[in-house]
Each structure stands twice: as structure tokens, then as C-alpha cells.
């Protein structure tokens, strides 16, 4: 088993910033994937950003030059930094963590952004 604990979510208004981290522990060997989903009501969640062992990343088009995913492997921990934010990013953010064969996914964090 993988735990997932997530940090950092709160209200912004338009154009500022903030940050969410995720600390991974437990049983946390071949992690590959460490990534950031949200969702809103009434939808589907969404992918925000992932990256891979290796440092490899992917971004949603809606989020790229605005947001930036990073991870500190000593730490398990993996980061989103939100800039730039606007009021369509208003959700609830999930981490995720993949390791072969099996998925996990934190608690959530609402992220507000209103003026």
C-alpha cells in the first residue's frame, strides 16, 4: 500500500499563485509516475500533469507555461506549483502514484479561485 498525503490547497485570487505538495509513503518502491489530476463537479477528472522517472513531463494544454510539476525523489514527495492561476482552475486536485500494476490516489485539496 502507497499513502498519499496532500498539502498546499486554499483560496487565490485570479493571477496569484500557489502550491501543492503530495508526500508519498509506505510501500513506495518502483514508484514510475507521480502526477496531479483535478475534478470538478458534474465532470470527469482530468489530468493536470504527471512526471515520470527520469524527469519526463506531460501537462495539460490548459495548464502549460502556467504550471510546473516537480519531484523530490529523497523525499517522495511531488510538487505543483500554480501560477498565473485563473478562475476555471477551481477543483479539487488529486495526487497520483503509479507503481506496477496499481494506482493511488490522495485525499484531495480544493483549490478556490475567486476575487
Known amino acids: 500500500q502507497v499513502q498519499l498525503v496532500e498539502s498546499g490547497g486554499g483560496l487565490v485570487q485570479p493571477g496569484g499563485s500557489l502550491t501543492l505538495s503530495c508526500a508519498a509513503s509506505?510501500?513506495?518502491?518502483?514508484?514510475?509516475?507521480m502526477g496531479w489530476y483535478r475534478q470538478v463537479p458534474r465532470k470527469q477528472r482530468e489530468q493536470v500533469a504527471v512526471i515520470i522517472t527520469g524527469g519526463g513531463t506531460n501537462y495539460a494544454d490548459s495548464v502549460k507555461g502556467r504550471f510546473t510539476i516537480s519531484r523530490d525523489n529523497a523525499k517522495n514527495t511531488v510538487y505543483l506549483q500554480m501560477n498565473s492561476l485563473k478562475p476555471e482552475d477551481t477543483a479539487v486536485y488529486y495526487c497520483?502514484?503509479?507503481?506496477?500494476?496499481?494506482?493511488?490516489w490522495g485525499q484531495g485539496t480544493q483549490v478556490t479561485v475567486s476575487s
Open positions: 509506505g510501500s513506495i518502491f518502483g514508484i514510475y509516475a
Open positions: 497520483n502514484v503509479k507503481i506496477p500494476g496499481r494506482g493511488f
